[in-house]
C-alpha cells in the first residue's frame, strides 16, 4: 500500500500524493471491511481492527469514511464482498515476494498481477514456495527524535516490552520485531513508558535478505515494485532484498 518509506529492504512503500489519497482510502476501507468481518466491528476486542483503523488516521482518513467501511463488513452496508488473497512470487535477481491484496474477483486479480510480474521479469510461484522463507511478526516503527532518554534507553525499552529483534533503519527510526501474537502487548507496553509508536503492523519478515548486484535487474524490480503498489487490490508487498 502507498505510504512513506519505512522497510525499503522488507516491503515496498512511497509517499503518497493528493492524487492516490482516493485510492489509499478505497484500500484500507476494504481492508478494515474485511477485519471487521472476520473478528468484529468493536477496535477494543478486534486488536487487528484497532491496527488497521490507527493506520487509516495516520493517513487522515475521515472518521465517518471509517465508520462505513466497519458497517459494510458487519453487513450493515449493502457492498461487494472482498476476499483476502496472498500471491508468492519471484521478481527479478532472484527476489521473494509476498503480495497480500484484497479482492471482489480473485481470477481477474490474480491474472492481472501474473501479467505485471511478467512484464518485469518476474513470475508466479507455488504456493509455499516463498512463504516459508519470510516469518508473520509483528513490526513497531518508533521516531527516536520524538523520544525521551536517548536511542539506548529506548532499546532497553523495547527489550523490557518483549521486542524479539531491533533494527535501526535510519538514526532517528527503530523497528521492533515481536512475535505476532504479541504485537499488541508489546505496543501498549510501549506506551505506558510513554513511548509514542508511528505505526504497528503484521508483516512478513524475511528470514534473510539478498542483495541484486546486477543494475539492470535492480532497476527492474523497482519497476515491478511500483507496478504493482499501482494496482487497486494491492495492500502490500514484501521482498527480501537487502539495501
Request: hydrophobic fraction near 35%; include cysteine; proline fraction near 2%.
Given at each position: 500500500?502507498?505510504?512513506?518509506s519505512k522497510w525499503s529492504q522488507i516491503k515496498h512503500k512511497k509517499a503518497i500524493t493528493d492524487a492516490k489519497?482516493?485510492?489509499?482510502?478505497?484500500?484500507?476501507?476494504?481492508?478494515?471491511?474485511?477485519v471487521a468481518r472476520q473478528k468484529g466491528g468493536d477496535p477494543d476486542t478486534n486488536p487487528q481492527l484497532r491496527l488497521v483503523v490507527e493506520k487509516a488516521r495516520s493517513f487522515n482518513m475521515p472518521n465517518e469514511n471509517i465508520?462505513?467501511?466497519i458497517?459494510?463488513?458487519?453487513?450493515?452496508?449493502?457492498?461487494?464482498k472482498m476476499e483476502e488473497l496472498i500471491i508468492e512470487a519471484y521478481g527479478p535477481g532472484g527476489t521473494a515476494l509476498i503480495i497480500d491484496a484484497l479482492t471482489d474477483n480473485k481470477n481477474r486479480t490474480v491474472s492481472?498481477?501474473?501479467?505485471?510480474l511478467t512484464q518485469y521479469s518476474g513470475k508466479m510461484a507455488e504456493a509455499g514456495s516463498v512463504?516459508?522463507?519470510f516469518e508473520r511478526k509483528g513490526a513497531i516503527v518508533i521516531n527516536?527524535?520524538?523520544?525521551?532518554g536517548g536511542r539506548e534507553n529506548l532499546e532497553l525499552s523495547a527489550i523490557d516490552c518483549g521486542a524479539q529483534d531491533l533494527r535501526w533503519q535510519t538514526p532517528d527510526m527503530l523497528e521492533v520485531y515481536t512475535r505476532a501474537e504479541e504485537l499488541e502487548k508489546v505496543k501498549k507496553c510501549l506506551e505506558t513508558k510513554n513511548v509514542r509508536t508511528e505505526s504497528a503492523s503484521l508483516d512478513w519478515i524475511?528470514?534473510?535478505?539478498?542483495?541484486?548486484?546486477?543494475a539492470k535487474a535492480k532497476a527492474s524490480l523497482e519497476k515491478l515494485l511500483e507496478a504493482l503498489d499501482e494496482h487497486q487490490d494491492i495492500q502490500e508487498i514484501y521482498s527480501n532484498q537487502s539495501q
Amino acid at each position: 500500500m502507498s505510504g512513506h518509506s519505512k522497510w525499503s529492504q522488507i516491503k515496498h512503500k512511497k509517499a503518497i500524493t493528493d492524487a492516490k489519497r482516493g485510492k489509499l482510502f478505497s484500500k484500507l476501507s476494504n481492508l478494515i471491511s474485511v477485519v471487521a468481518r472476520q473478528k468484529g466491528g468493536d477496535p477494543d476486542t478486534n486488536p487487528q481492527l484497532r491496527l488497521v483503523v490507527e493506520k487509516a488516521r495516520s493517513f487522515n482518513m475521515p472518521n465517518e469514511n471509517i465508520e462505513r467501511a466497519i458497517k459494510k463488513g458487519l453487513g450493515e452496508l449493502e457492498g461487494v464482498k472482498m476476499e483476502e488473497l496472498i500471491i508468492e512470487a519471484y521478481g527479478p535477481g532472484g527476489t521473494a515476494l509476498i503480495i497480500d491484496a484484497l479482492t471482489d474477483n480473485k481470477n481477474r486479480t490474480v491474472s492481472e498481477i501474473k501479467y505485471l510480474l511478467t512484464q518485469y521479469s518476474g513470475k508466479m510461484a507455488e504456493a509455499g514456495s516463498v512463504l516459508w522463507l519470510f516469518e508473520r511478526k509483528g513490526a513497531i516503527v518508533i521516531n527516536a527524535a520524538a523520544a525521551s532518554g536517548g536511542r539506548e534507553n529506548l532499546e532497553l525499552s523495547a527489550i523490557d516490552c518483549g521486542a524479539q529483534d531491533l533494527r535501526w533503519q535510519t538514526p532517528d527510526m527503530l523497528e521492533v520485531y515481536t512475535r505476532a501474537e504479541e504485537l499488541e502487548k508489546v505496543k501498549k507496553c510501549l506506551e505506558t513508558k510513554n513511548v509514542r509508536t508511528e505505526s504497528a503492523s503484521l508483516d512478513w519478515i524475511p528470514k534473510n535478505e539478498i542483495a541484486i548486484e546486477d543494475a539492470k535487474a535492480k532497476a527492474s524490480l523497482e519497476k515491478l515494485l511500483e507496478a504493482l503498489d499501482e494496482h487497486q487490490d494491492i495492500q502490500e508487498i514484501y521482498s527480501n532484498q537487502s539495501q
